[in-house]
Structure formats: structure tokens, C-alpha cells
């Protein structure tokens, strides 16, 4: 059964049931994505669990996004930390009203900068995040404490969006907060999915 709610002012969809006490997966689209974006490798690499599409509330030249930006790389740092506190404040009545335990957030490229952001703000209800292509949030900032959250990050050795080095440093200030970090950068990716983002989430949730 497939719904569209909303809550906290955040528009979701879910793709099937939640049940209680389940530990659902939360995607995040990129820039000109839209909830549905994701839940084809949701399904992929975590078959049977529950699905939940966020949709993106910020619209620019037409194109869904979760923050607003100064330009092209240059992040509203402003509106992205409201957006943040608000998207932590989504998840902790979002698990009180469905009754689910706390999610995995999963996101690419705009949505991994809001998990990410999220993580930086605060210690975030979730059980876990992958963060695919994700860009440092907050150029003059350390991320609060975490408490111990388990956080992939995955990047792509060719990316001309946020590269190697940018994802190193992220990496770094998230273990330096006290999350839980493992890292893959895949040789053959820029900043778009590829198979082998499918694999390395895959083998990631299978140990968590």
C-alpha cells in the first residue's frame, strides 16, 4: 500500500506498509530528483524492507532540491541549518507516529548534503546513513556530537562535483564526532550512481 503524507511540513510517500517496530529506509533524492528517485536501489540493496520517499522542498529553475544555494557549489548556509533542525525534527515524529524504529537515511548527491547537514546539527534519530557523492555542509563548522551513528560514505575517485579530497575531509570531521565512518571510493565514478555504489550499500547493510 503506497501513501502521501505529510508531516512537520515535510511532503513523504510511502511505498509499502509500515509496521511497527520495523526499521524502514529513507531516500533522498538529488537535484531534479523527486521522491520515487531511489526506491528502485532501495529495493535492491535492502529487499524487503519498507521504503520511504522524501520529497525535496525547495524548487529551483524547476528542479526539486532540500535547501536553497547561493550558486552553483555555494550552499545557503543559512536556510540549509533551518532545513537541517527541521529535517530532525521530521524523523523524531515521524518514528513517534509511525511507531518504527529509527531509520536509515539514504541519499544522493543534495540529498546526502541534507543528512549530512542533519548530522552536523545534532545526533540525528536514525539507525544509520549512506551518503552517496555528499559535500562538506558547512565550510566554517564542526559537526556536534553523533554518538556513535553508523555512516557509509561513498564517493567516486572522478568526480568533478565534490572530489576525492573534499570526501576525505568529510570523512575525518564525521569519525572526529564520534560517528561510526566507513569509507569507499569507487575508481570508475564521478558524481553519478554506478554499479558499484549498489554493491558497496548492499555488503554495507548486510554488517550493520
Known amino acids: ?120 546539527r545534532g545526533d540525528p534519530p536514525l539507525s544509520a546513513a549512506v551518503l552517496l557523492r555528499p559535500a562538506i555542509p558547512f565550510r566554517n563548522a564542526t559537526p556536534a556530537s553523533i554518538g556513535g551513528t553508523k555512516v557509509l560514505v561513498v564517493g567516486g575517485m572522478s568526480d568533478e562535483t565534490v572530489k576525492p579530497d573534499e570526501i576525505l575531509r568529510l570523512t575525518d570531521a564525521l569519525r572526529a564526532a564520534g560517528a561510526r565512518v566507513d569509507l569507499t571510493m569507487i575508481a570508475a565514478a564521478g558524481h553519478r550512481l554506478v554499479t558499484g555504489d549498489e554493491a558497496a550499500i548492499q555488503g554495507w547493510l548486510k554488517m550493520i
Open 1 to 120: 500500500m503506497t501513501e502521501r503524507l505529510t508531516l512537520q511540513g515535510f511532503e513523504y510517500h510511502t511505498f509499502e506498509t509500515l509496521e511497527r517496530d520495523s526499521r524502514p529506509i529513507v531516500v533522498f533524492h538529488k537535484t531534479g530528483g523527486d521522491e520515487g528517485e531511489l526506491v528502485p536501489l532501495a529495493n535492491t540493496v535492502a529487499p524487503g524492507t519498507a521504503v520511504v520517499g522524501l520529497r525535496g522542498q525547495v524548487v529551483e529553475d524547476s528542479k526539486l532540491r532540500f535547501f536553497k544555494r547561493l550558486g552553483a557549489g555555494r550552499f545557503d548556509e543559512a536556510d540549509l541549518a533551518t532545513r537541517a533542525d527541521d529535517l530532525n525534527e521530521f524523523l523524531r515524529q515521524f518514528i513517534s507516529t509511525h511507531r518504527v524504529r529509527p531509520p536509515v537515511a539514504l541519499g544522493l548527491s543534495n540529498g546526502a548534503n541534507i543528512i549530512t547537514a542533519a548530522l552536523y
